[in-house]
């Protein structure tokens, strides 16, 4: 049952993310997407800084079952915030006359270098996100450099805490100097900073890394899909947003198991090696096509 309900839960975080994208292409002009995506990703990101220690606390004043109706009932007030939103409704009214592909013509998009490398590139990232961060990381820092619980805890909120800064600051650059030189800063940054992790001990120090490597996710993770808002044709954002989430899922599955095959057979450090191999490869994949970004000097915001 545990895990039926994890499949539903799952296609309903796949609905909403998928369709919260395409709304939001729908709505933003070109030259504000950058910095509007990126708002929007920092606000979610507030969240799962934040909601973390309120859920650990719930946890401890109520039963888990409690916790999970706690969660529902804060679903419920959204419901009715997005249903009476004007702007949300005009979209949808747009959508409706908009033409629809067939699935087939949704995957021909991979046809287009430019939005295959882009997925590419993001199941990239979820594969190190996911394989080194909620694996190989805490174990890394527990058995290896014996840290505690609260320490791993610490050092993961720092990088987030620089995730959503470079989120909102990442979508302002993008605008401004084009998606291709924030997501290569982006990817070099993340690059170093998992090979550093193999070589600081010092906790402060690990602080500093953590943080320096939520930069550089951050730039990457708003930039991105950024990026394919302006390389999607209009009357096929929603499917290539779906193909985007689809690549993401992949990496987001098989990172845990890739990464700790490697950490089980080679040692944590060598799987922090391959991530950052990894995300050089993100630079050869962004720098294989022309972005074609319209600077925002084109506009007078």
């Known amino acids: 049952l545990l895990i039926l309900g994890r499949a539903v839960w799952g296609m309903g975080t796949a609905f909403y993310?998928?369709?919260?994208?395409?709304?939001?292409?729908?709505?933003?002009?070109?030259?504000?997407?950058?910095?509007?995506?990126?708002?929007?990703?920092?606000?979610?990101?507030?969240?799962?800084?934040?909601?973390?220690?309120?859920?650990?606390?719930?946890?401890?004043?109520?039963?888990f079952n409690q916790v999970f109706y706690f969660t529902?009932?804060?679903?419920?007030?959204?419901?009715?915030?997005?249903?009476?939103?004007?702007?949300?409704?005009?979209a949808d009214g747009t959508a409706s006359v908009r033409s629809r592909p067939a699935l087939r013509e949704v995957f021909s998009g991979l046809r287009d270098w430019?939005?295959?490398?882009?997925?590419?590139?993001?199941?990239?990232?979820?594969?190190?996100?996911?394989?080194?961060?909620?694996?190989?990381?805490?174990?890394?820092?527990?058995?290896?450099?014996?840290?505690?619980?609260?320490?791993?805890?610490?050092?993961?909120?720092?990088?987030?805490?620089?995730?959503?800064?470079?989120?909102?600051?990442?979508?302002?650059?993008?605008?401004?100097?084009?998606?291709?030189?924030?997501?290569?800063?982006?990817?070099?940054?993340?690059?170093?900073?998992?090979?550093?992790?193999?070589?600081?001990?010092?906790?402060?120090?690990?602080?500093?890394?953590?943080?320096?490597e939520g930069l550089g996710e951050g730039f990457g993770m708003t930039t991105l899909i950024a990026l394919l808002t302006d390389i999607a044709p209009p009357s096929m954002r929603g499917?290539?947003?779906?193909?985007?989430?689809?690549?993401?899922?992949?990496g987001g599955f098989s990172g845990p198991v890739l990464f700790m095959l490697i950490n089980n057979g080679f040692g944590p450090e060598y799987a922090f090696y391959a991530a950052a191999a990894f995300s050089m490869l993100n630079i050869a994949l962004i720098s294989t096509f022309h972005t074609g970004q319209i600077k925002a000097a084109s506009y007078p915001w």
């Open 17 to 63: 993310f998928m369709n919260n994208m395409a709304i939001l292409m729908d709505i933003l002009p070109v030259g504000t997407r950058g910095r509007a995506l990126g708002l929007f990703q920092g606000i979610e990101f507030v969240g799962s800084f934040i909601g973390a220690p309120i859920g650990a606390l719930l946890a401890v004043h109520m039963t």
């Open 72 to 90: 529902l009932a804060i679903t419920l007030i959204a419901l009715p915030v997005a249903l009476r939103s004007r702007g949300m409704r005009e």
């Open 114 to 212: 430019g939005i295959l490398a882009v997925c590419l590139s993001t199941l990239l990232r979820m594969l190190i996100m996911q394989g080194i961060f909620q694996t190989v990381f805490q174990l890394y820092m527990n058995r290896t450099l014996l840290f505690s619980v609260a320490s791993i805890g610490v050092v993961l909120s720092f990088r987030i805490a620089g995730q959503i800064i470079s989120l909102v600051t990442a979508g302002i650059l993008s605008d401004r100097v084009g998606r291709r030189p924030v997501l290569l800063a982006g990817f070099i940054v993340t690059s170093l900073t998992l090979t550093a992790f193999t070589l600081v001990k010092n906790f402060e120090l690990l602080l500093l890394v953590g943080f320096a």
């Open 239 to 250: 499917g290539v947003v779906g193909l985007y989430r689809t690549f993401q899922d992949i």
